[in-house]
């Protein structure tokens, strides 16, 4: 069965810093491609940050030089180190799990696997 748990979503003030983990479990972790994506109420699902399979990471405009992913694949982990947080930056966030090139990698129609999700509060 497979599975991607999040944890660290909580409340914080602009400014401060959050780690989002999320642990994966069911399937080859290590030939997937792995991203953060979140939503806000009202918008879209949008990509933050994606991992390929070769190491190579990718980021939002939004989030560059703030926010760094990484994965640990002998612990089936995923990342998201979140610095100088922003309100904008609230939202409900998700990791996934992809066999997608790196070029596809922001899409969320891309992934095959979602976890529920860990909420980030940024108040300012």
């Known amino acids: 069965q497979v599975q991607l748990v999040e944890s660290g979503g909580t409340s914080v003030q602009a400014g401060g810093s959050l780690r989002l983990s999320c642990v994966a479990s069911?399937?080859?972790?290590?030939?997937?491609?792995m991203g953060w994506f979140r939503q806000a109420p009202g918008k879209e699902r949008e990509g933050v940050a994606a991992v390929h399979v070769s190491g190579i990471t990718s980021y939002a405009d939004s989030v560059k030089g703030r926010f760094t992913i990484s994965r640990d694949n002998n612990k089936n982990t995923l990342s998201l180190q979140m610095n100088s947080l922003k309100p904008e930056d609230t939202a409900m966030y998700y990791c996934?799990?992809?066999?997608?090139?790196?070029?596809?990698?922001?899409?969320?129609?891309?992934?095959?696997?979602w976890g529920q999700g860990t909420q980030v509060t940024v108040s300012s």
């Open positions: 996934a799990a992809s066999t997608s090139p790196l070029a596809m990698l922001r899409r969320p129609s891309e992934y095959n696997y």
């Open positions: 069911g399937f080859p972790y290590s030939r997937y491609s």
